[in-house]
């Protein structure tokens, strides 16, 4: 899963103008502790979900991405953050 959401990053960045690139970009450096500046750069370290960082990172696209997106249909599409598989997980034990 956080394969495909990384590789959706490319798709996301497409959607967005100017504007929306700018406020994607100090969101994601605030959230992600970073100074990266470029965008796909920090959206797909923001993708990079496990089971410690999921439901935070979760929340964070819901509420402060994807509203300011809604326009493009980004909010509509599959790419929020994917929950790490367990079957994986679970079927070495």
Same mark, same amino acid.
């Given at each position: 899963?956080? *394969?495909?959401?990384? #590789? ?6 497409? /959607?967005?103008? $100017? ?5 994607? +970009?100090?969101?994601?450096? *605030? ?8 965008? !796909?750069?920090?959206?797909? $370290?923001?993708? /990079? ?5 999921? +439901?935070? *990172? ?5 509420? /402060?991405?994807? &509203?300011?997106? %809604?326009?493009? !249909?980004? $909010? ?7 929950? &790490? #598989?367990? @079957?994986? @997980?679970? %079927?070495? *034990?």
């Amino acid at each position: 899963m956080v *394969r495909e959401n990384v #590789s959706q990053v490319r798709e996301i960045i497409l /959607q967005l103008d $100017a504007a929306k690139t700018a406020d994607f +970009r100090a969101k994601l450096q *605030r959230e992600l502790g970073s100074q990266e500046s470029d965008v !796909g750069k920090l959206l797909a $370290a923001f993708l /990079q979900t496990d089971d410690q960082n999921f +439901r935070g *990172r979760y929340d964070f696209f819901y509420k /402060q991405l994807a &509203p300011r997106s %809604s326009s493009t !249909g980004y $909010a509509s599409a599959t790419c929020s953050p994917s929950r &790490p #598989s367990r @079957a994986r @997980a679970t %079927s070495s *034990r």
